[in-house]
């Protein structure tokens, strides 16, 4: 959807698509591509007064910020009320008590909540990179299922799915582990290696939430793929019943993605948690084998974490390889140009550094996935190199 606002409205993670001005009087190499920084909104509003942007690629216009002072006395500061995560979390928690007590599955309550966190998502108001793994406290299971579900929620909607699709997935992301609350301490909780028989009994988590599902007529049948389905991978190592490509629907393939990168940021008793670089980094190498190709690009677009070594096509349309990121802006990072905008390899490759001043009117427009023709290409020349 395109949509005309002022640039009064801008902010960053639009995706611009058109001007009010005709391209060549405006200091930018395209018209389309996503708004990163300051300085490109300082620019866009210094040329321009009205713009347009595509909610299918980027962020909406932001919704005014809640205040959270008391009524009582507005001039005395307050604590700031749980964000949406926390509160989402929260209720989320009182689900799974009533499951541990033995009342069963509130799949109302769950609905309710995806609902809200795809209409939160719609709005715009909060940013995937306030998403943040587990570090003993509160509840692990409701952290990790309201976590994944905006994250496999947003990955939906970049893929354009239909409305009720993304519902369905996004209630699928909260339930997605709930045969892990079947499962005894002693195993979840490990710190060294499980054993064979303990992975066998872990795996099994798979078909306990479809058994705690199936006393629930009304749960949607892509619900229950994404349950049963969201360790499978493409290359069909997965489990638990091999599953390749598109054997896997794309429900489960976002919300294995989305999984598996929560859980990297997360502490566990055996590891201690991974920076978003690094979750994002093997979530990428590992990419299309083990993780859909789509929805890793899509996840590292969406937090604005580009990890060195993979390939992102920029606003002038050449091809480059990240080359290391700046702490303070790691949506601009320092890049080595290794395709013109024809996609013609270079012979020498140049370097781009997104972070300064000179190069701010170039930005990152897309990060191809990994089975694009072209990047597969690359991959085998870079292959190649190491022999």
């Known amino acids: 959807m395109v949509k005309k606002i002022a640039t009064s409205q801008l902010r960053k993670g639009m995706y611009l698509c058109g001007t009010d001005r005709k391209w060549i009087d405006i200091p930018f190499l395209t018209t389309k591509f996503l708004i990163r920084s300051d300085a ?21 216009v932001a919704e005014p910020e809640h ?13 700031p009320e749980p964000g949406p995560l926390l509160q989402f979390r929260s209720r989320f928690e009182t689900v799974l008590g009533r ?27 909060i940013s995937l990179n306030r998403v943040e793994g587990w570090h003993q406290s509160g ?33 699928g992301a ?19 290696l499980l054993t064979d028989a303990e992975q066998l009994e872990i795996r099994q988590h798979l078909a306990t939430g ?8 009304e749960v949607p049948s892509t619900v229950l793929e994404v349950v049963g389905d969201h360790h499978e991978r493409p290359d069909g190592a997965g489990y638990p019943r091999g599953l390749a490509g598109g054997q896997i629907g794309l429900p489960a393939r976002l919300v294995g993605a989305a999984s598996v990168y929560e859980a990297l940021l997360s502490d566990r008793a055996d590891r201690p948690a991974q920076s978003k670089v690094e979750a994002l980094r093997y979530l990428y190498q590992a990419s299309p084998a083990q993780f859909d190709a789509v929805a890793v690009a899509g996840l590292i677009e969406a937090v604005t974490v580009y990890p060195p070594g993979c390939v992102v096509e920029l606003s002038n349309g050449v091809l480059a390889m ?25 012979f ?40």
């Not at 205040?67 to 604590?79: E, F, H, L």
């Not at 994944?148 to 997935?169: D, G, I, M, S, Y």
């Not at 370097?351 to 701010?360: E, G, K, N, Y």
């Open 139 to 171: 509840d692990r299971l409701a952290h990790k299922a309201v976590n994944v579900c905006f994250l496999a929620a947003a990955l939906a909607q970049r893929q354009a799915l239909a409305p009720e699709l993304v519902r369905h997935t996004a209630i």
């Open 322 to 346: 990240v080359d290391e990121m700046p702490a303070d802006d790691p949506g601009r990072p320092a890049c080595r140009v290794i395709a013109d905008s024809n996609k013609q390899l270079l």
């Open 174 to 192: 909260l339930l997605h582990d709930l045969g892990l609350l079947k499962l005894p301490q002693a195993i979840l909780g490990k710190a060294s």
């Open 67 to 79: 205040d959270y002072t008391t009524p009582s006395d507005r001039s005395a500061p307050a604590a």
């Open 40 to 60: 490109d909104i300082d620019t866009l509003r210094q040329y321009c007064r009205e713009v347009f942007i595509d909610l299918a690629k980027g962020l909406d």
């Open 210 to 217: 479809l058994a705690l599902l199936a006393t629930t007529p």
């Open 348 to 387: 020498q490759e140049q370097r781009i550094d997104l972070s300064q001043a000179v190069h701010s009117n170039i930005a990152i427009a897309r990060l191809p996935a990994t089975d694009e023709p072209f990047i597969e290409l690359l991959a085998s020349f870079a292959a190649m190199e190491r022999l």
């Open 99 to 125: 499951i541990r007590a033995g009342s069963g599955l509130d799949f109302a309550a769950v609905e309710d909540i995806a609902c809200e966190i795809v209409s939160v998502l719609d709005s715009g108001c």
